[in-house]
């Protein structure tokens, strides 16, 4: 019975196998219309010792006003020159993903991309920076085209931070600390640190999320750190999250932790808001539920058994453990919002299931950005609390 609900709901969605789309390389000496293919960038990009770590700042143009956007690329910069300065033997190559849905937006994107290369090259000379345009929507396509870049020039991991989240001073050298202390292998994420926004999604969902734990003991994708060879190839088209497809490759439950691979890095913390307005976070909420079943359908039985009784559902009892670590009435609170969560994501997957046994399976999963894209202020290490 569960390798047919499985196999019927891994048939309810078919999208494109490859996130693959044209991709121009803005590099500061580059020609005005930048490389075209990932040996050329990679080409323009050698030079002294070969990069070992590549980091990756995805965001698009309507993301944020140009001003806006130019303060949180400085921002990550002085996080990338605390790398620079803690580990000096281990070299960086930035790149910096552009995303645009139309022409004019593509002319505006690679004006920002010169602005920021060559901001990046003024303030850290040593740092090797590479601009990528491209088309979106689509995280995992930035992702892509800067780790075919990374794996030509031998790269041994590849990270990247969410533009809407704000790591805090030395996150980032911290999780190179750890992922070079543990032989650059599997995947190292920041804590993150939740903030509520002034809406009542925010405020709600903050409230359930204290309350349910949700899946927060493996690294995320709005701050990692992963071994190249994790990643190599790229990400299927099949996948649009990050961290699940990462989680999935390396959670192992064979071991006495299933979760080894996966390390959050203590000191090393990002912070970001919860949701935004309710009718898109219910289609963010839509969209993550989407990604879990097509993971949990996918993946091989034992590990999809054990994301869902232990990460995704853990306390949900009687169908998975009680969670009494906080006492009786904490564990029923937990159940609670976990059987309403699984409510919803048994809906979405009857529909996905549906799609596969009628073969009118989906072929997308639309993404679901909030319009209100307002990170946390940037952190001080004066000030312990979000401005």
């Known amino acids: ?53 590549a980091l990756v700042l995805p965001t698009c143009v309507s993301r944020l006003p140009a001003e806006r956007q130019r303060e949180v690329f400085r921002s990550l910069l002085s996080r990338v ?9 281990t070299p960086v190559v930035l790149f910096i993903g552009m995303q645009w849905s139309s022409a004019h937006e593509e002319e505006e994107g690679i004006r920002r991309l010169r602005l920021f290369v060559r901001d990046a090259r003024e303030r850290l000379p040593d740092l090797r920076v590479c601009g990528l345009s491209l088309p979106g929507p689509g995280k995992p396509r930035t992702l892509n085209g800067a780790i075919a870049v990374a794996e030509v020039l031998g790269c041994s991991g590849v990270g990247w931070v969410d533009d809407d989240v704000v790591p ?53 994708g709005c701050c990692v750190l ?19 497809y990462i989680c999935f490759r390396l959670l192992d439950p064979r071991l006495p932790d299933p979760l080894a691979h996966l390390r959050l890095v203590p ?34 039985l034992p590990v999809a058994r054990h994301y869902f009784r232990h990460v995704l559902f853990g306390g949900m009892w009687p169908l998975t453990g009680f969670d009494s670590s906080r006492g009786r009435r904490h564990g029923a609170k ?24 009628t073969g009118r399976p989906l072929r997308r999963i639309e993404w679901a950005p909030y319009s209100e894209v307002r990170g946390p202020a940037p952190f001080s290490s004066t000030s312990r609390e979000i401005r």
Do not use: Q
Request: proline share 8%; glycine share 10%; aromatic share 8%.
């Open 1 to 53: 019975m569960t390798h047919h609900v499985r196999t019927t709901m891994a048939r309810g969605f078919r999208p494109p196998e490859s996130w693959e789309v044209p991709i121009r390389h803005i590099l500061p000496d580059s020609p005005v219309d930048g490389t075209r293919r990932p040996e050329e960038a990679a080409n323009a990009l050698r030079g002294g010792a070969p990069p070992d770590i």
């Open 81 to 89: 020159a605390e790398v620079l300065r803690d580990h000096p033997r």
């Open 168 to 220: 805090e001073e030395n996150c980032l050298s911290r999780l190179v600390r750890d992922f070079l202390a543990g032989g650059r292998r599997g995947a190292v994420g920041a804590t993150k640190i939740p903030h509520v926004h002034e809406f009542a999604a925010s405020k709600l969902l903050s409230r359930a999320k204290a309350i349910a734990a949700p899946a927060m003991n493996y690294p995320h």
């Open 226 to 244: 992963v071994a190249t060879d994790v990643v190599a190839g790229g990400m299927p088209g099949r996948y649009i999250s990050d961290d699940g």
């Open 267 to 300: 000191d090393a913390r990002c912070h970001y808001y919860v949701a935004g307005p309710t009718g898109e976070t219910r289609r963010r909420i839509r969209r993550l539920l989407l990604n879990h079943l097509v993971d949990l359908a996918d993946w091989p």
């Open 334 to 357: 937990k159940a609670l919002i976990k059987w309403l969560y699984f409510a919803w994501f048994a809906g979405i997957g009857g529909e996905l299931y549906l799609r596969g046994l």
